[in-house]
């Protein structure tokens, strides 16, 4: 018996019972291979993982979020010109190619000189010396720029003549191969590169203070004035639950945000406005500090425990514990009810600009930073990049909330958090819990982990459901983090302390969005921050690529929109090209790309001068005016080509 309660308390349920005797010990090996066979098993889907993340990274192989090595080799294989059937018969079609291709007839105006044409004229004459073959189309004509010339071995007499384009390819002048470069880089391209891609700037933060009122009228004008010079098509705001409602229980300040939206309506500029349902402060905040409403801070001094807690007992302030969203702790009201009525308010007072459709969208905080993550990474704990966090469910109520679970389970003793999960800037490597094949993939580490992941989903769906009666028939935005780091490892540690449970062998990401697509939510993804080193890469096991390619198609097989935020505030044209690509994936099967951009701007914006050639460029190719420019420009090439040898052969 006390073998069995052992091995119960360690995590390891196999049913098996003490006896003596060769029996006992052959079932033991037996349950040893098993639990071999099933590390084997978990090793290949890491490695099925990895080699996924890679072909959607690189190859960009139209992969659902969920695939198996079946979907690798029928993605490798249709690459190849192979035909894969649903019930996995693979055999090669027979190609038939067709020749014909039109090209569309463009009206230019011609630039070209008197000079030009007998410079032309000269060339032709060499040129039919050298080509004796050529000849004059009977049937020219100046509309059609692309029938000019033909090659008696490709005359439609000879039944050779295959194409509707007659050029031919020959040393003088050879527009043909252009030409075909030409269109075929616009079908591959044209449906990703030319797609507009609406770009928000974000606001600094310090245009509202802390009571409410507008700072700087005339530097937030020069500002919107350099932002409309730019071409953004809007601005995002977050208004502050600790400015609005930070004083009094339901006493809205809304004095300052309606000045600030009224300079905004005048430069004829949309408006994205953020719930901020968190703290604002760190060591990347300057000088700018705002905390939850001060009546909040006053609850939290007779019951810490409506904030966040960490093992060591150690309170965050940077948003309200979720495990009180359905506590009436908050004089007489809980937690989505003030998340509520803070809604309700902003949406009473500004229904003109609803009205006028000046709101594009509202962003819902749903966690520390605004993001849907627990606050797993604070740094006024002494958290530091890539340390692991840690988790945040030691307070009474989620405490609580987790006993009721495991009882529910039959196992009470599993009512208790980890307490081998290492400290805030812990490596995976170093902790019992989130080492390789550690306790994060015991029976208790994955009653725990999806007991935590839960609390995160319920929350989302607690708000959200109500966000969508406060502002019906408007956009509503949830932010996603990205968290790259320990990201090769099997655990994926630093997002299990966030909230998501990720591990190799399973897609943590696909139940959040399950959630959200009930509430036709726009998914806003953090893209990673600037490129580091290799070394540094290694040395986080970090992988932002991958996360990125997994958080963007899991959301994209879900139905959802996406729209991108650059975690960094100024970029250089490299970074400018990385959050292009990310915002419009070449090749992509579906045409998918980003519904918006939020760029995170120097504060002010016109300090950060030397980033607006840059960001100029960043903006014009999400507008898809530069591929539109250089597009244009290549027709206009191509037809003054076929003008020449028009001319060529006409002055002949």
């Given at each position: ?72 080799i ?6 190849a ?57 009977d ?34 002048v ?14 591959r ?57 930070g004083w009094?229980?339901q ?17 004829k ?73 803070f ?28 993001e ?32 009721k ?7 009470a ?10 400290q ?76 998501y ?73 490299g ?20 519904s ?25 190719r ?16 191509i ?7 028009f ?6």
């Amino acid at each position: 018996m006390g073998q069995a309660d052992s091995d119960v308390n360690n995590g390891n349920i196999t049913g098996e019972t003490s006896s003596g005797g060769g029996g006992g010990k052959g079932k033991r090996e037996r349950e040893k291979e098993k639990e071999r066979t099933k590390l084997r098993e978990r090793h290949r889907r890491a490695i099925t993982s990895r080699m996924l993340a890679g072909l959607r990274q690189y190859g960009n192989f139209p992969l659902p979020a969920r695939a198996d090595m079946n979907d690798v080799i029928a993605a490798l294989a249709r690459e190849a010109g192979w035909s894969v059937d649903a019930d996995g018969t693979t055999y090669r079609q027979s190609h038939q190619t067709n020749h014909v291709v039109q090209f569309p007839a463009r009206s230019i105006d011609n630039p070209l000189s008197s000079s030009t044409l007998k410079n032309c004229a000269k060339a032709a004459l060499e040129c039919q010396q050298q080509h004796p073959s050529l000849r004059i189309d009977d049937n020219l004509s100046p509309v059609s720029l692309d029938s000019v010339v033909i090659a008696e071995s490709d005359h439609p007499g000879n039944g050779r003549y295959t194409g509707a384009s007659p050029i031919p390819s020959v040393g003088c002048v050879d527009a043909n191969q252009l030409i075909q470069d030409v269109h075929s880089t616009e079908r591959r391209n044209d449906y990703t590169e030319n797609f507009y891609v609406p770009v928000y700037a974000m606001l600094p933060v310090g245009v509202i203070d802390n009571f409410g009122q507008l700072v700087d009228p005339q530097g937030v004008r020069q500002e919107l004035s350099y932002m409309k010079s730019l071409n953004v098509d809007g601005v995002v705001i977050d208004c502050w639950w600790g400015i609005v409602e930070g004083w009094n229980p339901q006493k809205y300040v809304w004095s300052g945000y309606r000045e600030l939206f009224n300079l905004i309506r005048d430069f004829k500029l949309k408006l994205q406005v953020v719930m901020a349902f968190h703290e604002y402060g760190g060591n990347a905040s300057g000088n700018v500090m705002i905390s939850l409403p001060q009546w909040v801070l006053e609850i939290g001094k007779d019951n810490p425990d409506i904030f966040f807690t960490d093992r060591e007992g150690r309170r965050s302030f940077e948003c309200l514990n979720w495990s009180i969203d359905k506590e009436r702790v908050l004089h007489g009201r809980t937690g989505i009810e003030v998340y509520f009525d803070f809604m309700r308010s902003f949406r009473s007072e500004f229904d003109d600009l609803f009205v006028e459709g000046l709101i594009a969208g509202i962003e819902i905080g749903l966690g520390a930073s605004g993001e849907l993550k627990y606050p797993s990474f604070p740094e006024r704990m002494g958290w530091i990049y890539p340390g692991i966090g840690e988790f945040q469910c030691y307070d009474k109520y989620s405490q609580t909330s987790l006993l009721k679970e495991a009882k529910s389970r039959g196992f009470a003793f599993w009512g208790k958090g980890p307490e081998n999960a290492g400290q805030y800037n812990s490596q995976p490597h170093e902790t019992g819990f989130f080492q390789e094949r550690g306790e994060y993939d015991s029976y208790y580490g994955r009653f725990f982990l999806n007991w935590y992941s839960q609390l995160l989903i319920g929350h989302a769906e607690n708000v959200l459901s109500l966000a969508n009666l406060a502002f019906e028939e408007t956009k509503i935005i949830v932010k996603i983090p990205a968290i790259y780091w320990s990201y090769k490892i099997a655990s994926h540690a630093a997002e299990l302390t966030a909230g998501y449970y990720n591990p190799s062998n399973r897609d943590g990401y696909s139940p959040v969005f399950e959630t959200l697509k009930k509430y036709s939510v726009t998914v806003k993804f953090v893209c990673p921050g600037p490129q580091m080193s290799s070394n540094e890469h290694e040395e986080a096991l970090a992988d932002p690529e991958g996360l990125s390619w997994q958080v963007v198609n899991a959301a994209w097989d879900k139905g959802l929109l996406i729209g991108g935020e650059n975690a960094i505030t100024c970029f250089d044209r490299g970074g400018c090209m990385r959050l292009i690509e990310m915002a419009k994936p070449r090749n992509h099967p579906d045409s998918n790309h980003f519904s918006f951009f939020t760029y995170r701007q120097p504060s002010p914006l016109v300090q950060g001068s030397t980033c607006f050639a840059d960001l100029d460029y960043f903006i014009k190719r999400m507008h898809g005016e530069v591929y539109m420019h250089l597009q244009s420009i290549a027709h206009v090439y191509i037809a003054n080509l076929l003008f020449l040898r028009f001319i060529v052969c006409f002055c002949r």
